[in-house]
């Protein structure tokens, strides 16, 4: 049961993917992050009230520091899925696991003293390795954006999957304090709302059209059913299965691409595509032994 519900908050992050992309001809990133958060906040005061859960934190500070670097990532990814094909944009996002390794690779290679004598620990090898793999997929996934002109938007997807990683970190952070993820979730929702207010109110407001506005909603909707699914998903302890089910997100992107929007990923693409995929499964074995516990990253 726990994979089906994987399979559902895959779906439905992935679905909310597709309405950002409708949505983006006529919002900006800034008014997607903040009616996204908006729903979401109301969504999960609503939930946290029928769990019998308080809002009031102990920890404003990580709080703050993980929703200042998780609304930078999802804005990041926004902006990716406006201007590259969903397929791509889903991807480059869920580098996070990758970066999260290069993260453990990087802390371990600054602790160790080769003077010592001591050797490196055996299991940074193999992490450096699909570290590496990793972003071999992603030189084939960005070269056919560099040929259509789409470099920027491809770094920006890039930068969005390097910062969800921070906000993963953050987030395994509060889950040891023993923060509600309810909480954690709504305190986010609430960042997003603010920073997407600022960004309104200094880049503008996009011209109103209740056509388009009316994507506005399930973009908030499928994003906290995505987080809830994900939460029943790792409520009975987080699993190998459940672990790498998330990157089905992608296949159900590239399948909303191909069906919806007529996008075509050249062969280069879906290799860099199956790359990082099977270097972000990788490395989630890799973690999952070395700290069986570690929460899930959100979107």
Known sequence: MQALWMLAASLFFATMAVCVKIAAVAFNASELVFWRGLIGMGVMALWARSRGTSLATHHPGMHAWRSLVGVLSLGAWFYAIAGLPLATAMTLNYMSGVWVAAFLVGGALIAWNPRSGAPLPGRQGVLALTVLAGFAGVLLMLRPTMEQHQVFAGLVGLLSGLLSAFAYLQVMALGKIGEPEVRTVFYFALGSALAGAVGMLAGGVSPWSWG??????????????????????????????????????????????????GERVPLAGWAGMALIVASGIAATILRARAAPDAPAEEH
Not at 218 to 227: D, E, K, V, Y
């Open 212 to 261: 388009s506005a009316a994507w506005l909603v399930p973009i908030g909707l499928f994003a906290s059913l995505g987080q809830w699914c994900m939460t029943r998903a790792y409520s009975q302890g987080a699993t190998l299965v459940v672990a790498n089910l998330q990157y089905s997100g992608i296949v159900f992107g590239a399948l909303y691409g191909v069906l919806l929007f």
